[in-house]
């Protein structure tokens, strides 16, 4: 069995707006292995996003504690987060955050130019099936292939984890599986741990683990024994 990149104990998140008090996670217990696919499903308010904006250094743990290969991520200041951030995560949001003004290649390039050891953008480009795309601006792209050129975006910095907050949200479900596909591919021809939010229950088959969330608290895990190839999932 992979070690753990993430071991979670005994996660807490409380948001206060003055007397108010919403316990958005309430003692969360998790790893996250190296080089997994990881599902967690749930509906809205779970606290699925919650725990991958405190595991992604956007957020803090109000109690309890993250450790990323053994440094306890719930102790790093502002500073140490950006570089955490910078140097090991990538992410990829429902909304794709291109800058219309730059073609695929050039939103690509805004990550390589900052990245310690970072992908050509044509090489990301082309794990994700856009090789024919590259000089082309958001305007001139479909919803999944603006996805895509997150996607490629996200892992051209080369990062350990990879976490995407409904990266088919938006998508009808042809155009999503293209996205899926490009996810898994990366996963497995990377080695990037990846973990991915959805509500929708069929992106579940092909994770090698699903977590289920309820009332910000993990309800269960199930291991999936054979998962199925993304151009096999419906919704």
Request: proline share 4%.
């Amino acid at each position: 069995m992979a070690e753990p990149v993430f071991s979670v104990d005994d996660l807490t998140k409380v948001y206060r707006t003055g007397e108010v008090e919403v316990h958005a996670l309430r003692g969360v217990d998790l790893d996250i292995r190296e080089g997994e696919f990881l599902v967690l499903l749930g509906p809205s308010g779970s606290g699925k996003s919650t725990l991958l904006n405190i595991l992604g250094g956007l957020d803090h743990a109000t109690a309890g504690s993250v450790t990323f290969r053994g440094t306890e991520l719930t102790t790093f200041d502002e500073r140490a987060l950006t570089l955490y951030r910078r140097e090991n995560v990538g992410f990829v949001f429902q909304f794709y955050n291109l800058v219309p003004s730059l073609t695929a290649r050039e939103n690509v390039a805004l990550v390589t130019e900052i990245a310690v050891n970072p992908m050509r953008p044509e090489e990301a480009l082309e794990m994700v099936g856009l090789s024919d795309r590259l000089d082309h601006f958001p305007a001139q792209l479909s919803g999944g292939e603006q996805q895509r050129v997150a996607i490629a975006r996200a892992i051209a910095k080369r990062p350990e984890v990879l976490f995407c907050d409904e990266p088919t949200g938006a998508l009808d479900s042809k155009t999503g599986v293209r996205v899926l596909e490009a996810l898994v591919a990366v996963n497995a021809d990377l080695g990037t741990t990846t973990a991915v939010i959805t509500h929708n229950v069929a992106i579940g088959d092909i994770a090698h683990r699903v977590v289920h969330f309820a009332d910000g608290k993990v309800a269960r895990i199930d291991v999936n024994e054979t998962r199925r190839p993304a151009s096999e999932i419906t919704w």
